[in-house]
């Protein structure tokens, strides 16, 4: 009866987490004005400054110029402050970015603090370009571009930030009702085991 038990609610437990293990990143931050060629690759130490207002990122993304290269590797990394300024790198991934299309990468939810400024680091390859916007359009953050991370301070790239998913409540409550379920099976099995044991000794 008890293994019965068990496996019901790890099946359950399965059941309940599973839309969270699959859910989609929340956009965060977005700056989603991309009329300009903003920067290519090639500039090198391309950044953008931005404040999430979670306190998670999950990742990122940034939209590429249209007819501007094809497809190639699109690497954005996540930064507490600039790499030339001592900086410490936080998250980082890659994917298979197409010109006229978004770009977007994920990694582990990275606990940040919320409202605080941290800096996107781009990277690809040489043909590819990021679009962006020159009439400052996201306020909480801005360009950075060329040799030593030159600033632009009402230039924006194009781009968006992830938040990790937040649970629904009715799954939290359903794991948080399974385990307490599960507890108290586990003791009231061990108390028969007990009273069985002490049945079982010689007068």
Not at 44 to 51: C, G, K, N, P, V
């Amino acid at each position: 009866m008890y293994n019965s038990w068990k496996s019901w609610l790890c099946g359950m437990a399965v059941l309940a987490a599973a839309p969270l293990a699959g859910a989609t990143p929340l956009i965060n931050q977005e700056a989603n004005v991309h009329a300009v060629n903003m920067a290519n690759f090639s500039q090198r130490d391309l950044a953008q400054s931005f404040q999430q207002s979670a306190p998670t990122i999950a990742g990122a993304g940034i939209f590429l110029v249209p007819d501007m290269g094809r497809t190639d590797t699109v690497t954005i990394s996540l930064w507490n402050n600039l790499p030339n300024a001592a900086g410490t790198m936080l998250a980082q991934a890659s994917v298979a970015g197409t010109a006229g299309q978004w770009a977007d990468v994920f990694w582990s939810p990275v606990a940040i603090a919320a409202n605080t400024t941290y800096y996107l680091v781009f990277g690809g390859n040489n043909t590819l370009a990021i679009a962006g916007d020159t009439n400052n359009g996201y306020g909480l953050g801005q360009v950075y571009a060329n040799t030593g991370y030159q600033s632009f301070a009402n230039f924006d790239y194009a781009f968006r930030t992830f938040a990790a998913p937040v649970p629904d409540p009715t799954t939290v409550y359903l794991l948080l009702a399974g385990l307490g379920v599960l507890l108290l099976a586990r003791r009231q099995h061990a108390g028969k085991s007990l009273r069985v044991k002490a049945a079982s000794q010689p007068a």
